[in-house]
């Protein structure tokens, strides 16, 4: 019997400076899809991993926890300040 693949939903949140203008974008998919699809902001964050204060970045998380975790972390690691303004979270559909 073959082990059924979850399918989820992350939910980015992106606010402007001073809490106004929120957006919100979703993506769906596998584990698999979600990476492929975040790869370029986890390969953006890794790139500024090696700065005073950044945090490292996994670009093949295990599991979809790791992955958002990831995620805010690589966001925040290109931002010049340090902080992006954008959250993610995750539901499993």
């Not at 001073?18 to 890794?46: H, M, N, P």
């Not at 204060?53 to 295990?62: A, R």
């Not at 902080?83 to 993610?88: A, L, N, Q, V, W």
Request: with cysteine.
């Amino acid at each position: 019997m073959a082990k059924a693949t979850k399918t989820y939903r992350i939910t980015k949140t992106k606010s402007g400076r001073f809490g106004g203008d929120v957006r919100t974008y979703t993506q769906e998919g596998t584990l698999e899809e979600l990476i492929k699809a975040y790869s370029y902001t986890l390969e953006c964050g890794r790139d500024y991993q090696h700065e005073k204060g950044n945090k490292k970045i996994n670009t093949q998380p295990k599991n979809i926890k790791s992955l958002v975790t990831n995620l805010y972390n690589a966001s925040n690691n290109r931002a010049s300040d340090g902080y992006s303004g954008e959250t993610f979270s995750y539901v499993e559909l």
